[in-house]
């Protein structure tokens, strides 16, 4: 593909697409995917799991029911099968309802995908500690541990020495428990504020439960209700030494939401504390992985890494431009989730007479004034600083707005032609362009690889 045309086709508001990622950037860009990757786990496999033993369940049940004789007072229900064949179907379905019954399938998996989240979590803290180092070469100067000679010659050179030596300190941190680890980054890079967020507590308690889970088969122990008293969480009433917890569907998204903040907190802190020169990259990683939230309509997390990217620390010394990319879609992520007015006083904390009008149609659209945004796109024309006509079939700002009359009028005046005239030839270029699976005969296609 031509390379201007690759560059056109580019979201303005995702810059990261043509650039080389970062490493850093790329640890947390790849945990923020994995644990994607185990929210979309629980959201498709649980209900195909559920929806499968209650089938076999009511057919089993179906079953039994035909061989009843009768039910006695107790309940105790009487079968009787007439025949040796009749009776071995008899005796499967008593077994199959008895492993269906006892069946802990659905618990195996919560459980799985809930320890896989902190064994994501372990990595990235690896890869992470491991690009930060590398791209600051002076920290090796701060790691105190002793090699014996020959294990240096074995070695072979200084960087190898180096590796193995970080390599080892980063397993001392990791085997530390998670407030520990916490800590001891906070020391290690003088930041005060790594536990300071509003899910601290329900981390703790998370972390606490993996422990339960991994090694007390969900049993309470008194060191779970000691640590998670320590740090503030409050626990259930019935939640006492020996008695058992579990993972429930919403409690594991949950944890997927508070390990995601925090992989995106914690990566993007590190970075700014080590490398402030690279404010630039950056504001792109974090104003990157806000607009990909928003293009899936994960509102939520948008929010959260949206809020967290106007804090004083993460703002502090970036451009206009992306103070002004920052509120804006920040405000549309409080508008997605119906927090109206959240989204209009943060917008409203700034003053877009004197800004780019690109800038003050997204205001207009969030805002939901249509009449402006009308206006706007026609004094934008076909190509502003930000907004171009791909634009506007692919930004989440637009997606309400492209449904209006006044959209459809602006994008005729610009263009030159209908909008929905656009959208409906597209979905028949599709459907015309669809490669058939069978010949024309019939029978099937064959497929040549070269």
């Known amino acids: 593909m031509d390379k201007n045309i690759k560059a056109e086709l580019i979201d303005p508001l995702s810059k990261s697409e043509l650039s080389q990622p970062h490493p850093i950037g ?36 179906r079953l039994l029911d035909s061989y009843l004789s009768e039910k006695k007072e107790d309940g105790t229900a009487v079968l009787a099968a007439s025949g040796a ?20 399938t659905i618990k195996a998996v919560l459980n799985s995908l809930f320890v896989s989240l902190f064994s994501e979590l ?17 920290l090796f100067k701060g ?3 002793e090699l014996a000679l020959c294990e240096i010659l074995d070695l072979g050179n200084i960087e190898a020495v180096k590796m193995d030596m970080l390599e080892k300190e980063i397993d001392s ?49 008194q060191q779970y209700l000691t640590v998670c008293k320590k740090e503030g969480v409050k626990i259930d009433k019935g939640c006492q030494a020996g008695s058992f917890i579990h993972i429930e569907p919403e409690y594991l998204l949950r944890a997927t939401t508070i390990l995601s903040k925090i992989g995106f907190m914690l990566g993007h802190t590190l970075w700014m504390k080590t490398n402030p020169s690279e404010r630039d990259l950056i504001s792109e990683s974090m104003e990157s992985a806000v607009y990909d ?8 997390a948008a929010l959260h890494f949206g809020l967290f990217s106007l804090t004083e620390g993460m703002k502090k010394g970036i451009s206009e431009t992306s103070l002004r990319v920052r509120i804006i879609n920040t405000a549309f992520a409080f508008h997605s989730i119906n927090k109206k ?17 690109d800038f003050r149609l997204a205001v207009a659209v969030i805002k939901e004034d249509y009449s402006l945004a009308n206006r706007l796109m026609q004094e934008i024309g076909k190509n502003g600083e930000i907004v171009n006509e791909i634009s506007y079939h692919q930004w989440p700002l637009f997606e309400k707005f492209r449904d209006s009359n006044e959209f459809e009028e602006g994008y005729q005046n610009v263009y030159g032609r209908s909008f929905r005239d656009e959208i409906a030839k597209a979905v028949e270029d599709a459907s015309r362009s669809s ?5 024309e005969n019939g029978g099937p296609l064959e497929t040549h690889v070269n």
């Open 293 to 300: 939230k928003l293009t899936k309509k994960k509102w939520n």
């Open 173 to 221: 941190i990791r085997r530390e428990s998670y407030v520990e680890q916490f800590a001891e980054l906070e020391r290690r890079f003088d930041i005060r504020t790594l536990r300071k967020f509003d899910e601290w507590e329900e981390f703790v308690e998370m972390t606490q439960r993996r422990n339960l889970i991994v090694h007390n088969g969900g049993r309470v122990s």
């Open 341 to 357: 007015n959240e989204a209009n006083e943060l917008l409203d904390s700034m003053d877009w007479k004197a800004s780019l009008r």
């Open 122 to 138: 372990d990595f990235f803290t690896g890869d992470l500690l491991t690009n930060i180092y590398l791209s600051k070469p002076e």
């Open 435 to 439: 490669v058939p699976s069978r010949d």
């Open 85 to 104: 064949h009749a009776a071995s179907k008899m005796l499967s379905a008593v077994r199959s309802m008895g492993y269906l019954q006892k069946s802990n």
């Open 143 to 145: 790691i105190r541990r």
């Open 26 to 61: 790329e640890s947390i860009h790849k945990f923020i995917i994995a644990i994607e990757d185990h929210q979309a786990a629980v959201i498709t496999t649980l209900p195909l799991l559920i929806t499968k033993h209650n089938q076999e369940l009511k057919e089993t049940k």
